[in-house]
Nanobody
Framework: QVQLVESGGGLVQAGGSLRLSCAAS????????MDWYRQAPGKQRELVAR???????NYADSVKGRFTISRDNAKNMVYLQMNSLKPEDTAVYYC??????????WGKGTPVTVSS
């Protein structure tokens, strides 16, 4: 089992920044990727940023150049630095882990609201 706990969400004005954190615990061997997803009201959950075990990253086109995913392996933490936030970034942000390319683990989410 893997437990994921997000933090760092909140209310911010457009153009501002937030840093989301995800604390991972439990059986963390054979984690293939750690990701951040988001789900806006009335919309499907979408992938925002992914970091593979080897360190490669990819981002949704809508956040490229503004968001950065990073990790601290010693602390079992994954971060999402969000800059130049836009109202359309408003959503609940979820931390996700993929284990053995088979099992998905999700946190409970942290809400982000960007005011115009």
């Amino acid at each position: 089992q893997v437990q994921l706990v997000e933090s760092g969400g909140g209310l911010v004005q457009a153009g501002g920044s937030l840093r989301l954190s995800c604390a991972a615990s439990g059986s963390l061997d054979v984690i293939n990727a750690m990701d951040w997803y988001r789900q806006a009201p009335g919309k499907q959950r979408e992938l925002v940023a992914r970091m593979e075990t080897g360190g490669s990253t990819n981002y949704a086109d809508s956040v490229k150049g503004r968001f950065t995913i990073s990790r601290d392996n010693a602390k079992n933490m994954v971060y999402l630095q969000m800059n130049s936030l836009k109202p359309e970034d408003t959503a609940v942000y979820y931390c996700h882990a993929l284990k053995n390319y088979l099992v998905d683990y999700w946190g409970k989410g942290t809400p982000v609201t960007v005011s115009s």
